[in-house]
Every structure is written in C-alpha cells, then in structure tokens.
C-alpha cells in the first residue's frame, strides 16, 4: 500500500506540472519549410504557386530549391515577393539568356568581322576537331543575378538571408551531391541549375559542380534538418517521358536523369505535408516562351490547396508587414578590382576590356557591357565575379576560367554574283607569339582562289598593333568605255563590252586604338600589289604589239606604297539586317610610291567617307539610310583607284562600290556621291522583306566642278528577300533604273568575305 501510494503522489504531481506547463506557455508555431524542385521552364510555376501562398498569409521559413526552383527560391528568400518574380521573369528573354548572345557592341572590330565571316568554329587540339562542352556559358544569366541579388551581395551564410536558404548541385567528378548553403549567392544559384551539354560546369572552392537534379531534385530531407515541421513543396519533374517526346538530345539527358528522381519522389512526396503538383506536362524544360501559361498552371495547381493553406496560416498566428518593394539597384562604385585565374592574359588587356575607371561611380548596363566586352573574345570559358562591400565602395572580385583551347577551326561558304563560290577553310591560334595576341589564316578554295592572313595584338585601351595581308581574285564583264584610251589598249570601236580580271593583293601594317567597342581610329602603311587584265583583246593586242603574248592584255601591274588613317563608329546591331544604331566610316590613303608600270605616277590622295543611321518605325519595321562619297586629290594621271559603282554586296576590294540597279563595275569616276535608304520589314523570325532605292553623280572632278550638288544623274531600285540561316544571310534582289532597259538579280548566300 505504501508504495501504490507513493506512486500515485508522483503521478499526480507530474500531471499537475504538466497542465500547469500548458496553461502558461504559449503553443510554438510551426515552422514551415518551402521545397522547389528542378525542371527548367517548368520551374516558372513556382511563381504562381508562390503567390497563392502569400495570399493565404503563410510566413515561410526556409526555403531549399535545386536547379530552377534555386533560383526561384533564391530571390524569393532574398525578399522578393511572388508578384515582383512575376514581373521580373515576364520581362526576362530567356532564349538571349540561355544562348549567351554577346550584344554586337560588345566585339572590337576584329571580332565583329570574325563573328561575321564563319559558320561554324570547332576546337582543335594536337590536330583533332573537338566539340564544345556546353552549348552556353551562363554569362547573361549571371550578369542578371547579380543585379537582382546585390542588396543581400555581403550575406556569404545564406541561413542568415530574410528566409534561410539552400540549394543542391553535384559534383561532377565524383558524383556526390553537394550542398551549397553559404558563399556568393548567384555563383552557388548558377551552379545549382548548371545543365549538363546546355551550360558550362561550375566551378566553386575547387570543385566542378553541375546541375543538382541529378543527384536531389527535391531536397526535402536538407530542408527538415533546417527545422521546418511542415513541408510545401512544388513539384515540376518531369515524369518519364514517352519515345513520341524524346525529340531533342536536352530531353534526352533528361530522361536519362529521371529514372532516379521519379523513383526519389515516391518518398519524397508521401513525406512532403502539401505537395503541389501543376499540371505542366505539355510543356517542355525549354519552353520559356510559353511562361505565361506555365505561371498561371502552377497558381491553379496551389489554389487547389487553399483551405490547407489558410489552416497552416493560422497556426502560425503570423501578422506580416506590409512588403517593403525591392529597388534594383542602377548603379555602383567599384574602386578595387581583383583578377584571379589570368595566366595567358594580362591585367591591362581585362581592364582594357571591360572599360570602367575604379573609384568612378558606373551603371550596372556599363558592368555587364565591360563583362560582355570579355566575354565576346571567346578567351574564357566562364567568367564569374562577387561584388563585395569593402566600406568605401565596391570590390570587384573578378573569376576567370581561361578557355584551355588556343586554336580553332573555322569554315564557312558563300555564293555571288561577283566572286561566284566559295568555301573558306580558316586556321585561327591565339597567343600566338605572346600573350593578348590571335592570328588567323583564311584559305579561300572556288572559282577564285583568294587568302586573308590577320595578326592582331590587342592591348584594350592602349594603342593595339596588327598586320593584315589579304589576296583578292575574280573577274567581272565590264563596258569597254571603261577602260577605252588606257595605255596597252586598242582603241577598237566595235567592241563593247570586255572581260576583266582584277587581282588585288593587300599588305597592311598598323596601330589601332579602340576607345569603345564602337569606335576606333588607325593609323597604318599599306603595300598594294594591283593588276588588270583581260583576254578580250588578245588578238587585237598581239596584233598592235600590247599583248603580253599569252593573249592577255595587262593595263595595270603596279606596287603601290602609301600611309593611311581611318576613324570608325558603328554601333549598328547587325552588320546584315540592323535595326538600329549609327555608322560612320572614314578613310584617307596617301599613296607615296608605286613601281609605275604606265609610266605616269604622281603623289595622290583618296578619300572616302561613309554615314547612316538605323531607325525603328515600328514592330519589326526599320529603315536604314546612309550617304556616302569619295574624291581623288591630286593630279595625278592613275586611274587604278578611281571610284567604280555597280553591283550588290558587302566585301569589295579598292574603290568599288555597290549601287543597286547597275550591274558590277559599271559607273566610273574620280569622285562620287551616294544616298542610299532600305525599308526592312520582318514578316516572321529571321525572314525579311527588303525595298532599296540608291541615288548617285558619279563623274571626274565631281567636287571642284560642284556638279556633286546636281540632281542625282544615277538611281536605282530593288525588292527583295533576305533569310538569316546557318551559313549567313540569304539575300536575293530583282533590282532596276530607269536610266538604262536592263534589269538585274543579284542572289548571295552566307557570310561575305
């Protein structure tokens, strides 16, 4: 009896300290844990899914997202509300994100002609063609977190974030999961969503780190040990996908990664307390376009969960404070700036290259121009940068994987009506002979053999030092009134037209300095080896003893020496179809010496100049105008360099010019002026309708006889159609003048050169 009753007394008294444990302190409201999973475009759903959640009133707690949902979950943890994702993400273009097109601005003048020359450039390696790793680099996407995510830039532990964070990516070596949950924010988001083939492998604290979805597309377990009671999660994997839909190698590798996480999910989301499904299987990992409807089916998939929501807002007894916007920050001042990872190029050549002052207080447009400025040389595989707090400003840490890969092979083709076929096989090595430096040699096989050799030492702000020397072959039929009185040519009435054939070989050595990617100023020495010639006049030549006795007659076959300068602005935004931008062109040879073959050379000058601007009229219509003019100074009696309108094209040698309505070399002179205007209407992606009209005086002494202020004596029109594919434009014209009864087609395919 003793000791039931001793018992009893102990159970009593623990009961009573219980109840009276429940009466005074308060329920602990649970803490509620957000989970995102991966899927690429399907993870916009989150975005609807997220604002249901506000509107029910629920307070997350921590928040653990892979791949997309990271960065979803990221910006959400960083203090962005559902609303403000909705808008950020819906003025997002995600195709120019993901593709890493480098804005044309970007690229000095060298590289905008080497981006516009070839289709297709591989590695290669000990006399091997590789191919790229990745289809990307992830630079835009990068360059855009970093922006979005500067206010919280000096929080390195992410629990410490508004909402306490993590994200999962695998180490690509080992295949371990990896979780990344302090350090520099958009890095660690970054290398979460690193798909494999379609982005280049992260690289953090030494290890190479891909898209987490491989190992843990779902990291409930990692969110629960952060101590949330009750798990939300949303749910965008793809299931396994049927052979109907496995029409791309991305869905593909897909599949091939979601053999283990369809399997995972079966726990998992028996584990997760309201798991949020939207039905998104119509659409792909690489819809982006269609994000609109993608929001809204992740929104309807929450809505269904409401009640649920409301009830768990409830528990927790949360009051939230009215939401305090976000301002994206514009501007920035950096005044220090550290590089690591630059072997092969120097310190002066990337901040030449990015083109910003330390201490100078810059726009974040001018930072990613600077980057996109680095980006656009092709020496880097990746480039990633921490903007960090230092008290007095801005550090610039600067993270450069250099691309291993130092020679590449390029090819290309075209076809025209004036240099007919040709296919270009190009041998491009940088570093060459130092560091900061690329040289390239284009061999050009067709119905005219041609070469084009540049060296290129690029020093960024400072004076760059280059050597082109380029060969330029093909023949064209003239009117013989061109050439009629020309020492070694009959003068023979009854012929009207001719055969001739142009070789033009062009040695040039120079200093250029790039004060922007848009403009520069040259200085150079040039040596032109000119020749023309032609069979036509065979039998007359050899008969009055000017034929060379292979029945060719030569009428020029000199060496020319001369000093020239050039000053360029062109921030057009595509060299074939712009749709914006300004263009001037300027160009001065002084030309010293010559071998003489015609025995009449004095000291001359030609001078040329280009202007015209780009203007958008309205949706996919633009109108390019432009004039141009050129004049011979001096009074020298060689007319090897006189200006020769006719024709259509882009890469003409010497002073030929295009000048729709006439065909090739057909309007001589010593001087010239040009107007030039093109509506382009973009009817569908890549396909444009082209209308041209061009006017012109062209005659000798144009100027000094202010005949150049007359009504146009030439002008010509044309329609046309033009296509970007994969080899270059496709341009093909039916063009006309009313001054003359014929008419002509020109048709060109892919990139000139």
Not at 203 to 229: C, F, H, S, T
Not at 629 to 638: D, E, M, N, Y
């Amino acid at each position: 009896m003793y000791i039931r009753h001793i018992i009893a007394i102990i159970v009593f008294t623990f009961c009573g300290v219980w109840a009276y444990g429940q009466d005074t302190a308060p329920d602990v409201p649970p803490k509620v844990g957000l989970v995102l999973s991966g899927g690429g475009a399907k993870g916009l759903a989150h975005i609807g899914a997220l604002k249901v959640i506000e509107e029910a009133g629920i307070k997350v707690d921590y928040i653990g997202g892979t791949s997309m949902g990271a960065i979803v979950g990221a910006l959400y943890a960083s203090g962005y509300s559902a609303h403000e994702l909705d808008s950020i993400f819906k003025k997002t273009d995600f195709t120019d994100l993901i593709q890493d097109n480098v804005p044309r601005g970007a690229k000095t003048f060298y590289e905008k002609e080497d981006s516009e020359r070839y289709a297709l450039s591989l590695p290669f390696t000990n006399f091997k063609v590789s191919f790229p790793p990745a289809i990307s680099g992830g630079q835009n996407i990068y360059n855009m977190l970093v922006q979005l995510l500067f206010h919280v830039k000096d929080i390195q532990d992410f629990r410490k974030l508004p909402i306490p964070f993590l994200c999962i990516a695998t180490n690509v070596e080992t295949g371990e999961e990896v979780l990344l949950d302090k350090g520099y924010l958009p890095e660690a988001i970054v290398a979460s969503g690193t798909f494999p083939s379609l982005f280049e492998p992260s690289e953090i604290d030494g290890d190479i780190l891909i898209d987490g979805g491989v190992v843990n597309n779902y990291p409930i377990d990692q969110v629960r040990a952060m101590g949330a009671d009750i798990i939300i999660g949303v749910d965008v994997q793809h299931d396994l996908a049927t052979r109907e839909s496995l029409s791309s190698a991305t869905e593909i590798l897909l599949q091939i990664n979601n053999y283990r996480t369809v399997n995972d999910m079966k726990r998992k989301s028996g584990q997760t307390d309201i798991y949020i499904r939207p039905d998104i299987d119509e659409f792909s990992v690489i819809d982006f376009e269609k994000g609109n409807q993608i929001i809204k089916s992740g929104e309807a998939a929450a809505r269904t969960f409401q009640d649920e929501l409301i009830k768990i807002a409830q528990t927790q007894d949360h009051h939230p404070k009215p939401h305090k916007r976000i301002q994206l920050m514009d501007s920035l001042t950096i005044n220090r700036m550290i590089i690591e990872g630059n072997d092969r190029y120097t310190r002066g050549y990337i901040k030449g290259k990015l083109r910003f002052n330390l201490a100078d207080k810059i726009s974040f447009e001018e930072l990613k121009q600077g980057i996109n400025n680095l980006s656009a040389t092709g020496n880097f595989k990746a480039i990633r940068y921490d903007l960090v707090s230092n008290g007095l400003g801005t550090d610039l840490i600067l993270k450069l994987k250099e691309n291993p890969t130092k020679m590449f092979l390029k090819m290309s083709a075209h076809y025209d009506d004036l240099y007919k076929s040709a296919a270009l096989i190009n041998l491009t090595k940088k570093n060459f002979l130092m560091k900061d430096d690329v040289a390239s040699f284009d061999f050009i096989l067709g119905d005219n053999i041609r070469y084009n050799m540049q060296y290129y030492l690029d020093k960024g702000y400072y004076w760059s030092f280059g050597i082109n020397s380029r060969l330029t072959d093909f023949d064209s039929e003239i009117d013989f009134s061109l050439i009629r009185g020309n020492f070694n040519v009959p003068d023979d009435p009854n012929i009207q037209r001719i055969n001739i054939d142009v070789t033009d070989l062009t040695n040039q050595i120079y200093l250029q300095t790039v004060l922007q990617e848009e403009f520069a100023f040259t200085l150079g020495a040039e040596h032109k080896l000119l020749r023309y010639s032609t069979r036509t006049l065979g039998q007359q030549s050899m008969e009055a003893g000017f034929s060379e006795g292979n029945g060719r007659t030569t009428f020029e076959n000199s060496n020319y020496f001369s000093a020239f300068s050039k000053i360029t602005l062109d921030t057009y935004d595509d060299k074939y179809f712009p749709t914006k931008g300004l263009l001037f062109d300027s160009d001065i040879h002084l030309y010293l010496l010559s071998s003489d073959y015609n025995d009449n050379f004095k000291e001359f000058a030609v001078a040329k100049a280009r202007l015209g601007t780009v203007v958008p009229l309205r949706h996919n219509l633009s109108l390019n105008v432009e004039t141009e003019g050129g004049v011979k100074l001096g009074t020298s009696a060689v007319t090897s360099f006189d200006f020769v309108l006719g024709g259509f094209g882009n890469e003409f040698v010497n002073n030929f010019t295009p000048f729709i309505g006439y065909d090739f070399l057909s309007l001589p002179g010593n001087s010239y002026i040009k107007a030039y205007g093109r509506l382009d209407y973009r009817f569908a992606p890549k396909n444009h309708i082209l209308f041209t009209a061009n006017f012109a005086n062209v005659a000798d002494d144009l100027f000094r006889t202010g005949d150049w202020f007359q009504e146009p004596t030439f002008s010509g029109y044309g329609i046309g159609y033009g296509f970007e594919s994969f080899l270059g434009p496709v341009q093909i014209y039916y063009s006309w003048s009313p001054e003359i009864t014929s008419s002509n087609v020109f048709f060109s395919v892919g990139y000139w050169f």
